[in-house]
Nanobody
Framework: QVQLVESGGGLVQAGDSLRLSCAAS????????MGWFRQAPGKERESVAA????????NYSDSVKGRFTISRDNAKNTVYLEMNSLTPEDTAVYYC??????????????????WGQGTQVTVSS
């Protein structure tokens, strides 16, 4: 089992930045690829970014590429999502999730095994 706790969400204005954190516990953090996902009201959950167990490989959705950066610190059992140039379209609940590293690296949210409770990000215009 892996327990995940997100933090760092909040209410910001368009153009602002936020940094989300996801702290993991329970299993060896470096044994998992990590992903950030989001879900807006009335919409399906979507991938935002993912990072391999070592951090060597990352993947971003087209909607956030160039604005968001995913990173991880395995010594601190934490994965981060740096979000810049936020727009109202980024408003959603953001979740982090873990997937065993020996499995194929993917951004498909249904393939992730462990999830945090989510943190709300609201961007006003």
């Amino acid at each position: 089992q892996v327990q995940l706790v997100e933090s760092g969400g909040g209410l910001v204005q368009a153009g602002d930045s936020l940094r989300l954190s996801c702290a993991a516990s329970g299993r060896i953090f470096s044994g998992y690829a990590m992903g950030w996902f989001r879900q807006a009201p009335g919409k399906e959950r979507e991938s935002v970014a993912a990072i391999s167990w070592s951090g060597a490989r990352t993947n971003y959705s087209d909607s956030v590429k160039g604005r968001f950066t995913i990173s991880r610190d395995n010594a601190k059992n934490t994965v981060y999502l740096e979000m810049n140039s936020l727009t109202p379209e980024d408003t959603a609940v953001y979740y982090c999730a873990a997937r065993a590293a020996y499995r194929v690296f993917t951004t498909a949210w249904r393939e992730y095994d462990y999830w945090g409770q989510g943190t709300q990000v609201t961007v006003s215009s």
